[in-house]
């Protein structure tokens, strides 16, 4: 549920114009709803500012129609992440309201318009390779379903760096930046040596046998010499996308 939701509800119940019976009914399952095999929290984009999401890696497709349609029954974004595409075609036989991002391996419902209000400005997404391109569109479209403004500068690894630096116009707009990288990760210490933005970096698991499927990028980002950069884990689009989406939401207050 979202703030606006329940403040608009309180506000009716107050005025009259709304039945406690059925202000109670509408609230069925607030904060929290058990459905046996999951108990969902309801409350936590009020309390978070980021609704539950469900991981979709590890549960079959009954654990996630039956997850998703209590969640459908809100007024928040739905996000299903690490979907294969063979679940994904089931799951929007039973659900055709879902929608599937194919790169991303998410599934996608009610998602909240694009604010202004809410943020300063979008967050920039750099990602080095084609390769590296899955991991960057479940951080593009975890913050779209967010109502975040996304912009996006592909295949602008270090190795051909005069791509990245002709675009700089888009780096120093971003409020946010995104860089999603496999190899030895070199590329969120040499964006964050141009911009004053805060800059997440994203380790993938691209890369030759040395890489050690993204342990080589996430120890190179994690020793990057320029300031002002995070680094989460291998391969987390997600966890990047939902940090972002925070610091510029409490940023713009």
């Given amino acids: 549920m979202q703030k606006e939701t329940l403040t608009t509800l309180l506000n009716q119940v107050q005025q009259g114009t709304l039945p406690v019976s059925e ?22 984009r009020l309390r978070t500012g980021i609704p539950e999401v469900i991981y979709g890696a590890g549960k079959t497709v009954d654990q996630i129609a039956t997850i998703a349609r209590a969640m459908l029954q809100q007024d928040y974004p739905l996000l299903a992440t690490r979907v294969d595409a063979e679940k994904a075609r089931h799951l929007l036989a039973e659900l055709p309201s879902l929608t599937y991002h194919p790169e991303a391996r998410i599934l996608s419902a009610n998602p909240a318009p694009i604010a202004p209000h809410r943020y300063h400005g979008e967050t920039l997404i750099v990602c080095a390779g084609t390769t590296d391109i899955p991991v960057a569109e479940e951080a593009g479209v975890t913050l779209a379903t967010l109502g975040h403004p996304v912009a996006r500068l592909y295949d602008a690894g270090v190795a051909g760096l005069h791509r990245l630096l002709s675009r700089q116009e888009l780096l120093h707009r971003a409020q946010v930046i995104i860089v999603v990288a496999g190899m030895e990760g070199a590329l969120p210490s040499v964006v964050a040596g141009l911009v004053s933005a805060p800059v997440i970096a994203v380790p993938t698991s691209i890369g030759y046998g040395a890489s050690f499927g993204g342990i080589a990028a996430l120890l190179g980002m994690l020793n990057s010499c320029a300031p002002g950069v995070a680094v989460v884990n291998i391969d987390n689009g997600f966890g990047a996308a939902c940090m972002a989406e925070a610091i510029n939401r409490r940023s713009a207050r």
């Fill in 23 to 44: 202000a109670l009914q509408r609230l069925r399952g607030f904060p929290e709803e058990n459905l046996g095999l999951a108990c969902i929290d309801h409350q936590r």
